[in-house]
């Protein structure tokens, strides 16, 4: 799909708290007709290839507030360029797009504010609307309670993190945000397993540090990611992931202060 048609004929708007896209009023689609969505050969229908990137989309789980991120060189948001190490993290993640999947996915680290849930949600919006790649963003703190809920549905909790499995590419954002009970902790270990052994694509950010930070040295134990999440996850982390530091100001503070 060319990257400027595709985004020249779309609309962004929010549902149920949700990034949510469609045709653009006036939009006419060379591949469907009337917008349908279907294409009727004769003797079978088969899905628009427009409205499947549509559907992707729209099944990504997208925060509404991040709508805005759609990709990391057209429309970037007004991303701001500040620090070195930010504009490494940009152009990482521009590489790593147009080289999907032959580059590890990026693990970004550093304080709050610094861009890594905007680049994270950039990649994926890209991979979809552009390349077609199945993507689902999850922050971590609302993945836990999601599977909490579960209980008390008498849901299956297995069945809850295979569904993963279908994504080729899953966001865990704001890892280690959370207390990190014994059950968290093991919930994350199914999680980075069964997609460490599928080989799947999980691009993760966390404002936490890490043990060996050259950037974010940490002495308190809450702040360490090897402390939080266990050795082994972190371990795995590491094989899996890019690890991508990011220092700076604060965004958000400087934005309030305009």
């Known amino acids: 799909?060319?990257?400027?048609?595709?985004?020249?004929?779309?609309?962004?708007?929010s549902q149920d708290e949700l990034s949510k896209i469609k045709n653009k009023n006036g939009f006419e689609c060379s591949e469907c007709k009337n917008n349908s969505g279907f294409i009727y050969l004769e003797d079978s229908v088969k899905i628009c290839p427009r409205k499947k990137l549509i559907n992707l989309y729209n099944s990504s789980k997208i925060p509404s507030r991040f709508s805005k991120c759609r990709n990391t060189t057209l429309d970037n948001g007004s991303w701001e360029i500040r620090e070195r190490s930010i504009q490494d993290a940009l152009e990482y993640s521009v590489k790593y797009i147009k080289n999907f999947p032959n580059l590890l996915p990026p693990f970004f680290i550093g304080n709050p504010g610094l861009g890594k849930t905007h680049l994270s949600i950039s990649i994926i919006s890209e991979l979809i609307l552009v390349y077609g790649i199945k993507c689902l963003f999850k922050e971590f703190r609302v993945l836990i309670s999601d599977i909490k809920d579960l209980y008390l549905k008498n849901d299956s909790e297995k069945d809850y993190i295979n569904r993963f499995s279908e994504y080729q590419v899953l966001v865990i954002d704001d890892l280690g945000?959370?207390?990190?009970?014994?059950?968290?902790?093991?919930?994350?270990?199914?999680?980075?397993?069964?997609?460490?052994n599928a080989n799947q694509h999980t691009i993760f950010s966390s404002n936490l540090s890490y043990i060996?930070?050259?950037?974010?040295?940490?002495?308190?134990?809450?702040?360490?990611?090897?402390?939080?999440?266990?050795?082994?996850?972190?371990?795995?982390?590491?094989?899996m992931c890019k690890i991508i530091e990011l220092k700076g100001d604060d965004y958000r503070k400087k934005f309030s202060k305009k």
Not at 2 to 13: E, L, M, P, T, Y
Not at 177 to 196: C, F, K, N, P, Q
Not at 213 to 238: M, V
């Open 1 to 13: 799909m060319d990257k400027n048609k595709i985004f020249s004929g779309i609309q962004f708007f």
């Open 177 to 196: 945000s959370t207390r990190m009970s014994e059950w968290e902790t093991g919930i994350l270990d199914t999680i980075i397993a069964t997609r460490y």
């Open 212 to 239: 060996g930070s050259k950037i974010h040295k940490q002495t308190k134990e809450d702040k360490i990611l090897d402390y939080k999440i266990g050795e082994r996850n972190i371990s795995r982390l590491f094989e």
